[in-house]
């Protein structure tokens, strides 16, 4: 399979991609150009291999807060052309119009971030902040966190099985199930806080606090588009906040 | 005389918000590269005396230690804890909480421990192959640490701190976890590091493994260290049988032979002495 040459990318660059879209979707006025933006991230994901996640993700968290977003606006932001009443319902023109602008500018931000942790990994991620000076201690904290959800999940299920041969009733209705929560619960929360003081030990077992600087085997490089492309959105940025601003003084 | 490398000097210790100390006035001095294991009953303070040699205490575990813990001629209480890990390996009982919790697979688990050292990348990938390869792990390479079963995590463990290379090796119950297969390959191993001049210090229950492979005991019992010495003369003294702790099994059946009666030309602790040690008699007998 050849590697995808989008997913080949810095994190620190798919990162400062989303920083651009974040800010060029700020600066440029009117929803047509934030709804085109999001067609041309859904273009990036099909180019990337990761469509389907993505919008997936899109469908399922940005959607739902984005028709509440935009039933708030039309019903609620002032205004004074009333193109729609109905008891103390009314939508407003400029409702409408507010709307469009905040739930596109929400969509085209929201999806590029959705669409930068789909095509990177969060350990290529944590280990460019790593880079960039964020102290091991947060990386662990971050990474850690990653593996000992599902850890933590298995243990759960164990627990569970241990209370039913114990004869905790563990199915039927909601209110038993409830119920089983709590003996599940209990000896879950104190043996991950038991866990974590062997962890301690075993890191310490392991070197992490000695005090040399560490190498890493995850190695990430950077390509040449690397290192052009945060200087291409730089540009990008600073040319449209001009635009902008002559805009605004010859208007 | 041989290089001190520990030293313990009338150490006693007690665990916080605890009223009995748990180590009680324990003085002793491991050489260079002598293998010594630690035996006891459960709750005799086995675990609690490696965690002192390593320094857990009383930099991790707080409580109060008196006496002197002197590793590599240092004072184990000015030493930082984090300057001890590439001098003394430890590892320790449970193999199921012995995972860095940040790698996916087991090469890069093993490779941790180096990657905090600072070792250059390269030669932490041979130091991995080649361990990976001792401990006989290598088919687990690309396997999440996590999804491994107890005995193969307990080689994970082994294998992340012997490729550290540390001086000392403190080994806590290796094998709890290991079929008699996986036991004698552990230690195999052990055996090596051995022969690679490491000093070893191992807490194991596994009595006939320790006959064959150890040269010191150290005996503890309720706290306190009751004997110490060559493997052959603390088993072969009377007084180990006080404690109650089991012996190996050729020296069970010899004892027992010689309270009905058989005399021993000597009290055998490898299951390979078994025969010379009765032989002598039967062949007089038969004459």
């Known amino acids: 399979m050849k590697p995808n040459a989008l997913l080949q990318l810095h994190p620190m660059t798919k990162f400062y991609f989303s920083l651009f879209i974040l800010a060029v979707v700020l600066i440029v006025p009117g929803y047509w150009f934030a709804f085109s933006v999001f067609l041309g991230l859904v273009a990036i994901s099909l180019l990337a291999g990761v469509f389907k996640e993505f919008i997936g993700i899109v469908l399922k968290a940005l959607v739902s807060v984005l028709v509440i977003v935009f039933l708030m606006q039309i019903f609620f932001f002032p205004g004074e052309q009333v193109l729609w009443r109905w008891w103390i319902f009314e939508i407003k023109q400029e409702g409408v119009y507010y709307g469009l602008i905040l739930t596109s500018r929400i969509l085209a931000i929201g999806s590029a971030f959705v669409l930068f942790f789909r095509m990177t990994e969060v350990r290529d991620f944590v280990k460019s902040l790593e880079d960039k000076g964020m102290p091991p201690m947060g990386a662990y904290v971050v990474l850690s966190t990653l593996q000992i959800i599902p850890e933590m999940r298995r243990q759960a299920n164990t627990i569970m099985e241990a209370q039913k041969t114990r004869g905790v009733e563990t199915e039927g209705s909601l209110f038993v199930r409830a119920k089983a929560f709590i003996p599940t619960l209990t000896p879950l929360i104190l043996s991950s806080i038991a866990g974590t003081e062997e962890r301690a030990l075993t890191l310490e077992s392991r070197a992490f606090s000695a005090p040399v600087k560490k190498t890493s085997l995850h190695k990430l490089t950077k390509s040449r588009a690397d290192r052009i492309l945060p200087i291409l959105f730089v540009l990008i940025i600073l040319g449209l906040l001009v635009w902008r601003v002559v805009l605004w003084q010859t208007s | ?287």
Do not use: W
């Open chain 2, 1 to 287: 005389m041989a290089d001190i490398v520990i030293e313990l000097q009338n150490v006693s210790y007690r665990y916080p918000v605890s009223d009995d100390y748990v180590l009680k006035d324990v003085s002793f001095t491991i050489e260079k590269g002598k293998f010594t294991a630690i035996i006891g009953n459960n709750a005799s303070g086995k675990t609690t005396l490696c965690n002192a040699i390593r320094g857990f205490i009383p930099h991790f575990y707080k409580g109060d230690l008196e006496g002197i813990v002197r590793v590599g001629g240092k004072d184990t209480q000015e030493t930082q804890l984090g300057q001890m890990a590439e001098q003394v390996g430890y590892v320790f009982q449970n193999p199921f909480i012995q995972v860095s919790g940040v790698k996916d697979n087991v090469f890069e688990e093993v490779a941790y421990g180096l990657e905090n050292l600072g070792v250059p990348v390269d030669e932490i990938r041979l130091r991995v192959e080649e361990i990976l390869k001792l401990v006989n792990i290598g088919h687990l390479r690309d396997k999440n640490p996590f999804e491994l079963s107890g005995g193969q995590r307990q080689r994970v463990a082994l294998a992340s701190i012997i490729v550290m290379d540390p001086d000392i090796l403190v080994i806590d119950e290796p094998t709890s976890q290991l079929d008699p297969v996986g036991t004698e390959q552990i230690f195999d191993i052990i055996r090596l590091m051995k022969e690679r001049g490491k000093t070893i210090v191992l807490v194991e229950h596994k009595m006939d493994l320790i006959a064959e492979y150890a040269d010191n005991l150290l005996v503890m019992s309720e706290g306190k260290l009751v004997m110490q010495g060559p493997v052959r003369e603390v088993f072969g003294n009377p007084e180990y049988e006080r404690y109650n702790i089991q012996y190996p099994h050729v020296t069970e059946v010899a004892l027992q032979l010689q309270k009905s009666g058989m005399p021993l030309a000597f009290l055998p602790v490898k299951d390979s002495e078994l025969a010379e040690a009765l032989n002598l008699k039967g062949v007089v007998a038969c004459d």
